[in-house]
């Protein structure tokens, strides 16, 4: 598998797929069916990204058009269903009319797709099917609208034309019927040749009785519904307007028998011109996507890496920017073998993790990423392992759950994965929570994986064999103003005041360094008492002179 | 008969409603879709749920399918198209979905026989009506669904065709004197006040019961949502300088009988439309005697009403008699029975 569940919605891949306005049902299907492009898959990946470029220059480049395009997209419809069955049985009015649809609308795309020209991406021209647009539309007015019409047949036309002809003449003859009537007895029916007598008008009653030309359709206790008997001349018209609604009813069918075979000598071409109408629509959700966050194409290379300038984890950044705050772009360079980001808590280095493994999938996926450039080599896996309230409400510990999910990623990780690991063991005690990662880190080291660790323990890697990153966080801050700011600003939004003063981007540590101490200068800022921090400080260096001492 | 040439020269959307089960609407609406042919009128016909079906599914008695005149459009149900013995022109496949499939609009290019169905969320009543006008109907007549007045609200027709009849109640007098508490619900008067008007319009998001006052610093929001059960509460809020008392939902008996009597004179309920007013007749009589008034914001325009003398029950009233003694209780609202042609 390429990425779980779990990892597309942690790197916030989730969050770009949903975000993707699809409009056709073809384009909806594209993207369910995607897969990952895998490691040998380098050279389809950029004819997808050539694609992908195209499209996004054209949406720059043709606005309007593109806007038009849209707009048929909306109104689009699934008829794979129709298309697969055409061959096998005949098609029912409806479909044929959406059918017809479907065509007009393929045809409005290609009038589009050729007002763009040069700047239209090769590949989406939908194939000619105005021969078949031409039988469904014997009027010639490429109209929206259907129905078996006379122009269809002239045997059709002529059944038609009959039966037309015996209803007028059985109007006409009830209708003198019904004029006799009047004059004989004078009652007057209705548009249905009926008359509802009351009893209590004894009179009407008499003369509807003893009129020839009635019968009594239903009575009740007030009131007698007499109807208009039909003459033997109309009951002679009745029956052949009759007998023609059924010839009528069996030419349609043959037209719809004729038009269902035009229909499926052309389907395999349409159901070809949808696929391309699925491809655009794709394309077109993630060049808009791309040109609504920045994104860039990145670079890709053959071997693993993973090497992004200033990229932006997008659902962070929204966050932030929902809040009024800018979100400062992290770069960092991962090759095969184990990084980790150190730092203080409230550093943000689980969001440059996440950033990472964002950009990695949006790359294997043929996405454009949000960075201001990126060098990727496709990853095989994608794995991510951090902190899940949704394991403590099932009931397990937090370091039992992570232990048994590190196991099945160390597990199912082959050759090119990408793993990121935030914060192993970082729940329990600090001694054995240190002895851990660094095992972790040792054995991931030699492994032909890309690791990404975030620990806020100290020393558990050497500069030697991996490679450390250090969250700036507040070491760039001015402590006076910071203070400054702080202290007019009310309790509950203390807090954000030091996540925006925080610098979340990462600087290479060459050689051993101590994790930057930014723990208690937080806790000085948000006005923890003075006595505190001055002996926390004390311990801090005794600690770190008995670490010393002992080589560790 | 002229019923349609009189209502369209004024209303581009009418809803036929039926007072209950069997009270005739779809032979009203059968009569005027005839009347519509005669007189050249390019009508629309829609139906807030399924109808025109060969049978009442509930009682068993016969009701006509909807009989389509040569270029009259109707919104038809996908599943439903091959049952129609009109001859249908598919004009257009709209966005509203029912059980029976997406609804089109269909033109008749031959006469005949058709199911209609159409949304049955007021929201789609609209869209599929202005679809039809902007299609080139010259009107849009709504099958309203048994017994669910409220969508003929105001927001989906301009105008009302009630029908009712002798299936409302054995007693003449009963279905005269239900008939008329209908009207007279439909028939309540607009509010004008514009003051009140302008308090309830900067209130309006809210969805709070709102107590104007006689000036307006006296204006209150109540943090009542409904009338539901609320009368005691909304009782006790208001005072003598109270004026409207505005309702976002429903006005309930219960509400209304919570208003100590005294100040049931000085302060009226103002409700959005009429289909909010849920009080029987007999607690909305005693009511009334005792001060109660109310005022809608948009009301609804009776244009007729149309009775059905039988009963599915087997028994029938005298026609001519019901028309006298409803036409007695309505005032001047036309009463007719389509099937005598007697108005």
Redesign the interface.
Known sequence: MYASERTNRETGFFDVLSELRLRTPYGKKRAAAARAFAPGDEAALEAEFDRLQGVRNMLAAHGDAAKRIEGVFDEI?DLSLTLARCSELVL???EL??IK?LLLRTEALAGIYGEIGSAMPSGFMPEDTSGLLDALDPEGGRM?????YDLFSEELAAL?RRK?EKERLLRADRKRLADELFAAAGI?T??KFEA?I?R?DTAAMEAARSAPQLYAAGE????VRFALAASEAGRALQGEAEALAAEIEEAEDRVRAELTCAVAAEAARILRNCDRIGALDFLMAKAAHALRHGCVRPVITRGHALRIEEGRHLPTERALREKGHAYRPVSIDLAPGVSCIMGANMGGKTVSMKLVGLVAAMTGHGFFVPCKSAVVGLSASISILIGDSQDLRKGLSSFGSEMEELNAILKDSGARALILIDEIAGATNPAEGRALTRAFIAHLSDKPYITLMTTHFDRVADGGTVANYCVRGLSGANLEDLAAALRDAAPGERLEAIGALMDYRLERVMGERDTPKDAIRIAEILGVNKEIIALARIFMEEEHADRTEKGV | MGLLRETTSQYKIVSVVGMAKNTGKTTTLGALIAEAADEGIRLGVTSTGRDGETEDLVTGTAKPRIFLPEGAMATIPKELYAFAEAGLEILRMTDYHTALGQVMICGAVSEGTVQVAGPVSATGQMGICAEMLELGADMVLIDGAIDRRSVAAPRTSDAVILATGAALSGRMSEVAAETAHVAELYGLPTLRDEAALAEIAKHAGEKRILCIGEQSDESKVLNLKTGLAAGADVGGAIDENSRYICLPGALTKGLAEGIPANFLKTAAFVVTDPTKVFVDRRAWRRLRDRGLRVFVLSGVKIVAITVNPYSPAGFSFDSAELIRMIGAAVGDIPVLDVRMRRA
């Open positions: 419809k029912s009015t409806v009319f959406e649809v929206p609208t259907f129905y078996i038609r037309k007057a209705d548009p509802v009351a209590g009740d206790l007030f009131s």
